[in-house]
């Protein structure tokens, strides 16, 4: 991997990551563009840990306030319904780890999975922003919201797209149903580099400093403007525009 493949891939990484338009996805499509067979454990771990470091940041208010309030009843709440909404992808991950691979490098499934992700994204366009706080939105919400978290472990369909959304769908304030989905975020890509560690071997650390620096720089920056861009996109009502995105491409692959 060249030190532009990696400014490239960065850039990838930070803005699928956290717009609605599937990290995974386009990773498939940039490996198939760039003819890597073969990812590289390393930099892929480390460009996840500077998009989880984007979001920490990001969020750094928030996950403060509910780490150092601990003992009070709202934020042991939101801590409840954090872990039930993750439970359902750590399920699913593990039933289909397997067959993870085949799921990865087929295209015609990308195409299908980018049309959810249109159809999802579309679907929000009819729901009025909601009046809901985290605190107050249950524990079968935690769980709906979860089960489309699962959803995304397939490449193509979006983790916050349909986070963000299914929050919607259940009366979620547009900017709660936003930092909901973003502090379910942190354990999803807390868990996949812990699992990409644990595939890890020296053999696997490609390149020198400068590729590696390269890539993960790139994905910080570019995450944390994604971040700002869908914040602003989300509290406005306009997260439907992505399904338009999302939905060309779904056709595009076809042809690939």
Same mark, same amino acid.
């Given at each position: 991997? =060249?030190? +532009?493949? =990696?400014?490239?891939?960065?850039?990838?990484?930070?803005?699928? #990551? !956290?717009?609605?338009?599937?990290?995974?996805?386009?990773?498939?499509?940039?490996?198939?563009?760039?003819?890597?067979?073969?990812?590289?454990?390393?930099?892929?771990?480390?460009?996840?840990?500077?998009?989880?470091?984007?979001?920490?940041?990001?969020?750094?208010? #928030?996950?403060?306030?509910?780490?150092?309030?601990?003992?009070?009843? #709202?934020?042991?709440? @939101?801590?409840?319904? +954090?872990? $039930?909404?993750? @439970?359902?992808?750590?399920?699913?991950?593990? $039933?289909?780890?397997?067959?993870? #691979?085949?799921?990865?490098?087929?295209?015609?499934?990308?195409?299908?999975?980018?049309?959810?992700?249109?159809? +999802?994204?579309?679907?929000?366009? &009819?729901?009025?922003?909601?009046?809901?706080?985290?605190?107050?939105?249950?524990?079968?919400?935690?769980?709906?919201?979860?089960?489309?978290?699962?959803?995304?472990?397939?490449?193509?369909?979006?983790?916050?797209?349909?986070?963000?959304?299914? =929050?919607?769908?259940?009366?979620?304030?547009?900017?709660?149903?936003?930092?909901?989905? !973003?502090?379910?975020? @942190?354990?999803?890509?807390?868990?996949?580099?812990?699992?990409?560690?644990?595939?890890?071997?020296?053999?696997?650390?490609?390149?020198?400093?400068?590729?590696?620096?390269?890539?993960?720089?790139?994905?910080?920056?570019?995450?944390?403007?994604? $971040?700002?861009?869908?914040?602003?996109?989300?509290?406005?009502?306009?997260?439907?525009? &992505?399904?338009?995105?999302? $939905?060309?491409?779904? @056709?595009?692959?076809?042809?690939?």
């Amino acid at each position: 991997m =060249s030190i +532009i493949q =990696s400014l490239i891939l960065g850039i990838v990484q930070g803005i699928t #990551e !956290f717009l609605p338009i599937s990290s995974s996805g386009h990773l498939v499509l940039m490996q198939k563009f760039f003819n890597i067979t073969e990812p590289p454990i390393f930099f892929d771990t480390l460009i996840h840990f500077a998009t989880l470091l984007a979001v920490v940041f990001y969020l750094k208010k #928030e996950i403060w306030q509910i780490l150092s309030g601990l003992n009070k009843r #709202e934020n042991q709440k @939101i801590v409840g319904f +954090i872990i $039930l909404a993750t @439970i359902p992808a750590v399920i699913v991950g593990f $039933l289909i780890k397997d067959n993870i #691979e085949g799921v990865f490098n087929s295209l015609s499934l990308l195409s299908i999975t980018f049309l959810i992700t249109a159809v +999802i994204l579309f679907a929000t366009k &009819f729901f009025e922003n909601g009046q809901k706080n985290i605190t107050n939105i249950g524990w079968l919400n935690s769980l709906f919201i979860g089960m489309f978290q699962a959803l995304a472990i397939l490449p193509g369909v979006s983790r916050s797209g349909s986070t963000i959304s299914a =929050s919607l769908f259940t009366g979620l304030k547009r900017e709660k149903a936003f930092k909901f989905s !973003f502090l379910l975020a @942190i354990p999803v890509i807390l868990g996949a580099m812990i699992l990409q560690i644990f595939d890890f071997s020296w053999s696997n650390l490609n390149g020198g400093f400068l590729l590696n620096f390269t890539g993960f720089l790139t994905a910080v920056i570019f995450g944390f403007i994604s $971040l700002k861009i869908l914040e602003k996109i989300t509290a406005k009502g306009k997260l439907h525009y &992505f399904a338009f995105y999302c $939905l060309a491409l779904s @056709i595009i692959i076809l042809f690939i």
